[in-house]
């Protein structure tokens, strides 16, 4: 049992550049959530979905796009990366029955 | 819009001493969940400890335990006979609806 997969962990991209970072569940979570986390901010809410095809902004959305097109994928899309992209993110489920998020491993972007 | 306040960017306590974290939220939700996330220098989030709000009593998980004021919005962390393993950056998070609100995050430094 998997949990949260994400991919890559790490990454340098340079100004400019696309990508997109990969988030996997195999629990048949319906909600999935991308965050950031910067030094001192703690994490910030970018997209989440509540289910396949469903998708909404949360706080930070500018520069980044989602697709849900299954229960299991979520991935998050960079184009034109810019330097204040540099961050840690976060994929995560809501596990239900008030037990919050099961989080994956995270991805460490960097972009120079 | 929601928030969550650590006051406390930094902290350190000796080993097998007590550390409490502090938090304070706000919320116009009569029911709702608080959660203490735990990310050691791994970056894995961790759940430590959570607490339902209509729950008069404080939760506890081992030496973990959390002081719930919920009058005055407050979300405490007590660490009990604290090991060199809980060193870590703690989050304290709300939930709102079916989406968590995080705190800035408080560093946990324990020394031999």
């Known amino acids: 049992n998997a949990g949260v997969t994400q991919t890559p962990k790490f990454r340098i991209l340079k100004i400019g550049q696309s990508m997109t970072l990969q988030c996997t569940q195999d629990?048949?979570?319906?909600?999935m959530y991308w965050y950031r986390q910067d030094p001192g901010m703690g994490l910030k809410l970018i997209y989440y979905?509540?289910?396949?095809?469903?998708?909404d902004k949360g706080e930070v959305p500018n520069g980044y796009n989602v697709s849900r097109s299954t229960t299991e994928d979520f991935p998050l899309r960079l184009e034109l990366a810019a330097p204040s992209q540099t961050s840690v993110y976060f994929c995560?489920?809501?596990?239900?029955?008030?037990?919050?998020?099961?989080f994956g491993s995270g991805t460490r972007l960097t972009v120079v | 819009a929601q928030t969550v306040t650590q006051s406390q960017p930094e902290m350190s306590v000796q080993e097998a001493e007590t550390v409490t974290l502090s938090c304070t939220y706000d919320?116009?939700?009569?029911?709702?969940?608080l959660f203490w996330y735990k990310q050691p220098p791994s970056r894995q989030m961790i759940l430590v400890i959570r607490?339902?709000?209509?729950?008069?009593q404080n939760a506890t998980e081992n030496r973990f335990s959390v002081n719930f004021q919920k009058a005055a919005k407050s979300f405490s962390l007590k660490i009990s006979d604290s090991q060199l393993g809980d060193t870590a950056m703690y989050f304290c998070?709300?939930?709102?609806?079916?989406?968590?609100?995080f705190g800035a995050g408080t560093i946990l430094r324990v020394k031999s």
């Open positions: 995560a489920t809501w596990t239900g029955g008030g037990y919050g998020y099961t």
């Open positions: 629990m048949n979570h319906n909600y």
């Open positions: 607490q339902e709000a209509y729950k008069q």
């Open positions: 979905s509540v289910g396949a095809g469903i998708t």
């Open positions: 919320t116009s939700e009569n029911n709702y969940y």
């Open positions: 998070a709300s939930a709102r609806g079916n989406k968590l609100v």
